[in-house]
């Protein structure tokens, strides 16, 4: 997958404001990604598992260009889960924060009354769904590893 990060300097205390925000300790793999990344447009890019769609960019902190300051949190709260990226489409993608639903990966369709869909037991399983096409050379995340 590729992925054109947000600044990721000084992110860890914003990860931690938010994960108290959410009273939750976000999934180790998923908190890395924030770490290295910071969220990030990903251009070009899809997934396809039991739903499909387009990756338009994940939510970073911070003063990222797709922030989770454009979230209404508390909305999400009473899901157990909070988006971690959108679609081009207005749908997202979410990461489950408590429960049996920690950790799992879930598309939620806006036409189909926000219901979560699970998609992948966790992120790292989901970043390998997301295909991106090739742009020159730029390397992928799983190039950069």
Not at 13 to 20: A, G, N, S
Not at 64 to 72: D, H, R, S, T, Y
Not at 118 to 131: E, G, Q, R, Y
Request: positive net charge; glycine residues 6%; proline residues 3%.
């Amino acid at each position: 997958m590729l992925i054109s990060k947000f600044r990721t300097s000084d992110v860890n205390e914003d990860i931690k404001k938010l994960e108290k925000k959410c009273d939750c300790i976000f999934p180790e793999q998923y908190r890395q990604f924030l770490e290295m990344y910071n969220g990030g447009y990903t251009p070009k890019t899809s997934f396809k598992s039991k739903e499909s769609s387009n990756i338009y960019g994940f939510y970073g902190v911070s003063d990222a260009k797709l922030n989770f300051g454009e979230i209404e949190l508390e909305d999400w709260l009473s899901k157990k889960a909070v988006p971690i990226a959108r679609d081009y489409f207005g749908n997202f993608i979410a990461i489950g924060i408590k429960d049996k639903q920690y950790g799992k990966i879930y598309f939620v369709d806006h036409e189909l009354d926000w219901k979560l869909t699970n998609i992948a037991p966790d992120f790292k399983t989901f970043v390998k769904l997301c295909k991106s096409k090739k742009i020159g050379y730029i390397k992928s995340i799983e190039e950069r590893e």
